[in-house]
Nanobody, 120 residues
Framework: QVQLVESGGGLVQAGGSLRLSCAAT????????MGWFRQAPGKQRAMVAH???????TYSVSAKGRFTISIDYNKKMAYLEMTNLKPEDTAVYYC??????????????WGQGTQVTVSS
C-alpha cells in the first residue's frame, strides 16, 4: 500500500509564494510519475504540474512560468514551488503518484489534499 501526505498549504497574499511538499511512504519499488492537481470550489479537479521519471514535465497553462514541480527520488518526496500566486490559485491541492510497488504492481495514489488560499 502506498500513502501520500501533502503539507505546506496555507494563506498567502497575492504575489506571494508557497512550497507544497508530498511524502510518499509504503510499499514503493520505484516512482514512475508524480503530479499536483487542484480543485477549487464548484470546479473539477485539474492537473497543475506532472513529472514523468526520465520523461516529460507538463504544466497547466495557468501554472507555466510560475510553478515548478520537482521530485527527490531518494527521499520519495515531490514538491511544488509556487510563485506570484493569484487569488484564482485558491484551491485544495492534491498530490498524485504513479508508483510500482514491491510486488511490481503499478498503483496510483492520491493524497488527502492541502488548502491553498490566496488573498487579494
Amino acid at each position: 500500500q502506498v500513502q501520500l501526505v501533502e503539507s505546506g498549504g496555507g494563506l498567502v497574499q497575492a504575489g506571494g509564494s508557497l512550497r507544497l511538499s508530498c511524502a510518499a511512504t509504503g510499499s514503493i519499488f520505484s516512482i514512475n510519475a508524480m503530479g499536483w492537481f487542484r480543485q477549487a470550489p464548484g470546479k473539477q479537479r485539474a492537473m497543475v504540474a506532472h513529472k514523468v521519471t526520465g520523461g516529460t514535465t507538463t504544466y497547466s497553462v495557468s501554472a507555466k512560468g510560475r510553478f515548478t514541480i520537482s521530485i527527490d527520488y531518494n527521499k520519495k518526496m515531490a514538491y511544488l514551488e509556487m510563485t506570484n500566486l493569484k487569488p484564482e490559485d485558491t484551491a485544495v491541492y492534491y498530490c498524485n503518484a504513479n508508483i510500482r510497488n514491491m510486488g511490481q504492481v503499478l498503483v496510483t495514489a492520491w493524497g488527502q489534499g492541502t488548502q491553498v488560499t490566496v488573498s487579494s
